[in-house]
């Protein structure tokens, strides 16, 4: 099959392709390294986990953001168009720059904050399925950025923070571990934050998890609604 | 032109984003044009010379055109609406299907009422 | 970054008339389209101040008329503020959009009472 691939080396971005042998069975990604390992050691993509789970591999593929180690070759038609992601700064070839990406999600404070922690005296913190079930699905998130690549919001504005920070801030909201909600939500209730959504909803549609980031902007919408009319009253 | 990015879309969803902005743009300019048009209400000739122009059959098919850019921003925000207050979600293809036939219906009616009376 | 701009009281309810807005447009708009184009030579001048004469008709167009004003000019500020030269111009925009806003009801009611 026939791999078109946009490469870029710094200054040039340009088009290559490689004609790969494959078989059923055979990944988007295997089909990427036997290129590298084979035909041209200077192509750059990165992976790692190989099986979906650390996000790495996100790539354009023939026009949709995928997860190249989750793609099978023989459901694309020839030849097979790979690009970087959209939105992001090319580093080189398939390669991007993550670091805004990670930047706006350590802004929403992705961990659980609690004042009665004692490292001492550890103590267990029970939690019912149910209360699981509210931010379950938006913890599967792996950080792929694919949401970011197609969202019109983040097109445009770079510093909009973006379905995937804004999945991780509802997560944390959402949890009934978490006690201080408050600052997460100064943070996505910012110019920045929640507001540029525009429900376009492309984040959904493509997310490789199918955990609905455009809702999860939603319901912290309406959270940064209901604490900013409670502020209006000082309850 | 990287707002040409609102109009690549790749999927229905944001294909029905770009037409609500496109919509809405043109839907902004068209209400300056006529609170504009409006104005010459103070000079009844004007005005009367000027709506011989417009309600024409000649501009019927453009005022349909129009009709179909506001039916659609109206029913089409109805679906955004529903979503941003956090429902549906996992209904949206449904519910942008739906919309789509009742654009269409309310459309053709409108145009068919449109042309009765011209 | 977000962190500069958390103080930020306008956006919620911005966002939440605008949906108000939309909802009661979607119903005053079509009485304006209905009324306009329902009966013959609805849009000649006698019948338009006819309209305007009524109080009814004149209190719903007034509403119809802050409305429209407020969900366009609010929505053209969202658009501009999506990109990066408008939200480097925020302030412009935002009091721009106030402007035209107070300029489109004022024409709007002085239309309006001109009957
Ligand atoms: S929300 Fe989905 S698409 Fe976005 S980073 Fe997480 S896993 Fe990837
Ligand atoms: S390589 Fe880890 S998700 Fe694809």
Redesign the interface.
Known sequence: MEFRIRRFDGENSFWQSYEVPTKKGMTVLECLYYIRDNLDSTLSFRASCRMGICGSCAVKIN???KLACETQVSELKNPIVVEPL??FKVLKDLVVDFEGFFAKHKMVKPFIVRDDIDYNSPVELIQTPKELAKYYNYSLCIKCGACVS?C?AA??SEDYLGPAALVAAYRFCADSRDKDCKDRIEIISSERGVWRC?????C???CPKKI?P??AV??L??KAIIHSIKKLFRW | M??M??FK???L??L???F??LT??I??MY??LH??F??T??D?LT??SL?AIT?SPTFLPLDSLL?LC?IYH?LN??R??I????YL??H?KALLVICAILTVIAWLY?TW??YE?V | MAEKSAKNVLEPYAWLLQ?IT??A??GL?TFH??TT????H????ES??LRFQDYGYKIIYALLLIF??FH??N??RA?ALD??FGMKRKKLVNWSMVVVFLA?LI??L??MF?F
Request: overall charge neutral.
């Open positions: 026009g949709k953001p959209d939105n197609v019109p097109a445009t525009h429900s376009a909803m492309a959904s549609e493509v609905e455009a809702k939603q319901l919408r309406r | 990287r707002i990015k609102w879309p790749v999927s969803q944001d029905a984003f770009a609500q902005r809405g743009f839907l902004a209400l300056i609170l504009a409006l104005s209400l103070s009844p005005y009367e709506i309600v009709v506001g109206g925000g109805i955004v609406i979503h941003e207050l956090g979600h996992e949206r409108a009422v449109m009376v | 949906i939309g909802l447009m979607v708009v389209f209905l184009h329902m009966v013959e609805a849009l000649s001048f338009v101040s429209v004003a366009a000019f929505g053209l658009i990109t990066e489109a024409v709007g002085y239309i001109l």
